[in-house]
């Protein structure tokens, strides 16, 4: 059974720092892009950031970008996504995704076949 689970989540204050992480088991994911969604309340799931396979090509959502950095790491079969100078507005439950094959870069939720359960992010003002 493939799983895909997330840690890392928490309340921080605007400006600081978060480091999720997304664990996977049941099968290996080293050929497959991989990327980080996220849902605020009352609105709908967005695009964070993904990676592809080799880690070599990610992509960003211009909301995070130069402030989110998404990584991986094949021999563990984790991803991370380090947040920093946190604002408000990024509270949301944040998910890790994983497309069954191909590396490409996708910001679509449809092209992501496996999702974790989420975890809580929250930053105070």
């Known amino acids: 059974q493939v799983q895909l689970v997330e840690s890392g989540g928490g309340l921080v204050q605007a400006g600081g720092s978060l480091r999720l992480s997304c664990a996977a088991s049941?099968?290996?994911?080293?050929?497959?892009?991989m990327g980080w969604f996220r849902q605020a309340p009352g609105k709908e799931r967005e695009f964070v950031a993904c990676?592809?396979?080799?880690?070599?090509?990610?992509d960003y959502a211009d909301s995070v970008k130069g402030r989110f950095t998404i990584s991986r790491d094949n021999g563990k079969n984790t991803m991370a996504l380090q947040m920093n100078s946190l604002k408000p507005e990024d509270t949301a439950v944040y998910y890790c995704?994983?497309?069954?094959?191909?590396?490409?870069?996708?910001?679509?939720?449809?092209?992501?076949?496996?999702w974790g359960q989420g975890t809580q992010v929250t930053v105070s003002s």
């Open positions: 995704a994983a497309r069954r094959s191909d590396s490409g870069i996708y910001r679509a939720s449809a092209s992501y076949d496996y």
């Open positions: 049941g099968r290996t994911f080293s050929s497959s892009t």
């Open positions: 990676v592809s396979w080799s880690g070599n090509r990610a």
